[in-house]
């Protein structure tokens, strides 16, 4: 069915091609980070549990997260990279098509500064102008859009930081939790797992 599209992959194995886990206004955003930067990622498909079936419009792939994970989870030059705002969403369609970390592509926007001594995992966001600071750790499939992640913080699995929020060092941010935009976050507070800070908050001792 598809074997024409399967020669292009076999066929261009310096060509890392890389698919969008939901086709919401997030597929937007992680598309135009892949367009900085095209020779390290070239957009192969969307998938989005909304769609049917498997068929190509300008030169793009779209069809179900189910039948396009398993058409192309085995090409070793294909990665993966959830653009699904929902934290809780990314983790339970993580655990259900079941692919290797391996198999994941961190999306980083050209004008983002991320300091050297920076650890980022696999499928990991970083927006435009964000910063993620000296000895940061950014974890699986967080999203860091248009932020700042000042050093020595943590960001845990499937979190989110939104636009101009602003975590002043030493922030520890749990998995599966949500802070807001303009948000800002003083040194060394600790925010747990699936907690919501909402937009404009500010943040001055622990949350749990």
């Known amino acids: 069915m598809h074997n024409i599209n399967d020669e292009i992959l076999i066929n261009n194995p310096q060509t890392n091609f ?12 992680a598309s135009e980070i892949i367009k900085q930067d095209i ?21 793009i792939w779209y069809g179900s997260i189910d039948n396009i994970v398993n058409w ?20 339970q369609i993580s655990n259900r098509i079941g692919l290797a970390q391996e198999k994941y592509a961190t999306l980083v926007h050209k004008t983002a500064i991320v300091e050297e001594s920076a650890q980022l995992g696999y499928g990991v ?39 101009s929020a602003t975590l002043c060092g030493g ?3 749990g998995k599966l939790s949500y802070v807001g935009a303009n948000t800002t976050v003083v040194p060394y507070k600790k ?17 749990t």
Do not use: W
């Not at 890389?18 to 955003?29: K, P």
């Not at 192309?72 to 983790?91: E, H, M, Q, W």
């Not at 910063?131 to 979190?159: F, K, P, R, W």
């Not at 747990?192 to 404009?200: E, K, S, Y």
């Open 125 to 163: 966001i970083v927006g435009a102008r964000s910063l993620i600071g000296a000895s940061t750790i950014i974890q699986n499939h967080a999203m860091i859009l248009t932020a700042i992640v000042e050093h020595h913080s943590n960001i845990g699995a499937y979190s989110n930081i939104s636009p």
């Open 39 to 59: 020779t390290k990622h070239t957009l192969f498909g969307i998938c989005d549990d909304s769609y049917d079936s498997i068929k190509k419009k300008n030169n």
């Open 72 to 91: 192309l989870k085995d090409y070793p030059n294909v990665y993966f990279c959830f653009t699904i705002g929902s934290p809780n969403a990314r983790y």
């Open 171 to 173: 922030v520890v941010v």
């Open 18 to 29: 890389i698919v969008l886990i939901g086709g919401g206004d997030m597929s937007e955003y």
């Open 191 to 207: 925010i747990g797992n699936n907690v919501i800070v909402g937009a404009h908050s500010l943040v001055i001792s622990d949350i």
